[in-house]
């Protein structure tokens, strides 16, 4: 036996009757969708549906898988408690694909009641899980679960856990489906749960293209920065799905797509048609070659960053001379510097000075590129084999200067906030901080800084230098 299914399916809490009161007709598309899934699952009658859900509790750095006798949850936090569903878990295959995780060198982590305590967390189902099973159940409930949560791992890594999936279901002998749960964009329109993007619509389409194409390669194509605007949560479990259809040819049928409320619900059956060759080589060489692509046409800020930061995780050293493509400005200026670190549009490390602490603005990159990525106190120590998927940026401050919050606008400066010996930074032109009171709160809770107390102001502005 085998994974015999595979299905994207949105997760909106709102289709549920008793959440949306008559506002889920506004998604009639997508119930019929769901009901479709439902009854062809229903067909397959599967030992085993396994859920990809990005809603459960989620590791930075590993993938979580639900380990116990069963899981259950209700959709009370959306005003319906009284929808619930309780559900055993296939503990056998969840063991097997964790202990081949660990084995290949993929994070992961079993989400039991004992680790999940340590996080203040329990053991319960998630809304991404519970919208595409309401569903199933409606028609089919003689099945276990494999539940798992992603991480923001690379792309490859996920799409070799998928593979992972697919070989344990096949080693065991399962008959399973495959239920890829996410949303689209969130940025479709002013009204939805973020601010518009023009972004939002076009990764949906081209994302959703891909797919239909069966094309692997483009889906993992898609601009990093596009993805990072669109603000979706679906692309991860998809990759995890593509993994497992590894050596399959396949075609995405899309069966509705919809955005009323602002995100996009995409409901795809992945209807396999032969058995074809691996891609995995294809996908780490293409990996490769954008990387490659991207260091020979770098800004010499960043640049400087990352070559710095690689050379100290493969020596332990910073690099002893200065390459030619250093600028007389970076050599003969001395300004603060700030290093910041992302991945996939998320934080990975940021480390810098307020006043320049070395001879030149190059010698505060190489310093602060190394701090950000080994001694950020929030995150663990980056690895080398991070770098691929990790994007920097290096800001060069201007002298702040005392203020009042008056002064201030979030876009244009950056904002320090200190009281009796306690300092809070933050960056200007931030995703999200759009208000002068929204900038003033982040900074002072990074330093630890009560509203109430007093404290002095100071703004500065940035040369924002970014790959």
Known sequence: MSINGFYLSPHPPIIIPEVGKGEENKIANTIDSLKKISRDIADKS????????????MFRDALALTFSDSVDGSFKDFGAGDVSMKLPIDRELTDKIYQASISQRIPAVMADSSLLLRYHRSVVLDHGTMVPLYFVNKNYTNYKLVHITYAPLDDIELYKFGMIISKSVDELGRNAVFIASGDLSHKLKEEGPYSYSPNGEKFDREFLNDLKKGSVEDTFSIDKNMIQDAGECARRSVLILLGALDGKKFKGNLLSYEGPFGVGYGVMKFDVTSKYTSKLEI???????????????MDPYVRLARENLTNYLTTGKPISKLPDYVTYEMKSSKRAVFVSLKKYGELRGCIGTLLPTADSVAEEIIRNSIEAGINDPRFIQVDKSELMDISFSVDVLTTPKICSKEDLDPKK???????RGKTGVLLPDLEGVDTVDKQLSIALKKGNIDSKENYTIERFEVERHLE
């Open 46 to 57: 599967p030992d085993t549906i396994i859920v990809i859900t990005p809603h459960a509790t």
């Open 283 to 297: 996908l780490e060489k293409s990996r490769k070659y954008r990387y490659e692509e991207k260091l020979g046409s």
């Open 413 to 419: 400066y950056g904002v320090i906030v200190e009281s």
